[in-house]
DNA sequence: CCATATAGTCAAGATACTTGACGATTTTCC
DNA sequence: GGAAAATCGTCAAGTATCTTGACTATATGG
């Protein structure tokens, strides 16, 4: 870690924000990591966050942009790369001629499948390193102010390194 | 209105990364809010970030560059922002001619207690919503997490999925 | 004094977004 | 039935953040 310097000992932060900014980065970056050694180099940080809401069935773009909270010129541009990397791909929607569908291809799905895995595997190594208890504590925090929020009703939900999730 | 797709079987995530992600953008995007509602409508995350590691009384661009975990140019731009908003000033290190000492201004240092004063208020308002226990056990989580990260030889964050070796 | 490491800068480019404008359908409503 | 309006996707351009590469100026240590 940062080694304390003589230097006007300010310590860093360590508030809560820091703390859960930093947690969160290094899961991104262990998850990404994971996914690049397991063969799936395209995997960023981004698409994962829009992949996270495309069930495995597929979806309608639009519904997609609905459930992302980005733009849908950026969800557009993403899917774009997406398609041009092979992990998904657009067809027309038989029910609204304005409409595509969109849907994993195979590699889409293999991707899908090792980030299950993946994301089973951190969540091994951080119950080893803290304990299953702390462990628990950390998510029923995590939970309880997650509803404490929905009640408030403010923030926006976009989805940035999330896990592709299944049912 | 076409809207019979029955895709609504899809739960939402509920692993620890996105509840970390989760946690951490509200608590970024509540902190922002906060900070532009009280007059410093410059300020931004990755700015904050960078603010994070500079101390009230100053530091040398270098021991900042060292801090973060972004690349010295990246740091640059930062600064180079920073400065112009007049929220730092940077001058030159009479110690060492080619070093450069950053320092905050007035502006800055008004920030900077407005966001001492807005972190303790959002703090506050997450222990009324999970009580004092839950908030204490999230931070133990959290901090035993990040003590068993610097244990194991991690690297300290740096960002976009990629793995700079060499120190 | 020279070799080399360090501090900072300049330039160009990638990624992940944004807003604005637009053509093509579908829906609404009279 | 048909125009007005809403929706779906796209194209184009711009911004913020961060990257690598190349460079200058200064310091340091034989």
């Given at each position: 870690m940062v080694k304390e310097l003589d230097?006007?000992?300010?310590?860093?932060p360590d508030h809560v924000g820091w703390r859960l900014w930093q947690a969160s980065r290094a899961w991104q970056a262990e998850f990404v990591a994971a996914m690049h050694a397991a063969g799936?180099?395209?995997?960023t940080e981004a698409r994962a966050g829009l992949l996270g809401h495309i069930p495995r069935g597929g979806t309608r773009q639009s519904a997609l942009i609905e459930r992302s909270a980005i733009s849908k010129q950026a969800v557009q541009q993403l899917l774009d790369g997406l398609e041009a990397e092979g992990v998904l791909e657009r067809l027309p929607d038989p029910r609204d001629g304005r409409g595509k569908l969109v849907r994993y291809t195979r590699k889409g799905l293999d991707a899908l499948r090792d980030g299950d895995r993946i994301k089973l595997q951190i969540e091994s190594g951080y119950i080893d390193r803290i304990g299953r208890e702390r462990f628990a504590a950390l998510m029923d925090a995590l939970r309880s102010l997650d509803a404490g929020r929905a009640h408030a009703g403010d923030m926006p939900v976009n989805v940035r390194g999330q896990t592709p999730e299944t049912k």
């Open positions: 230097e006007k000992a300010e310590a860093l799936h180099g395209w995997f």
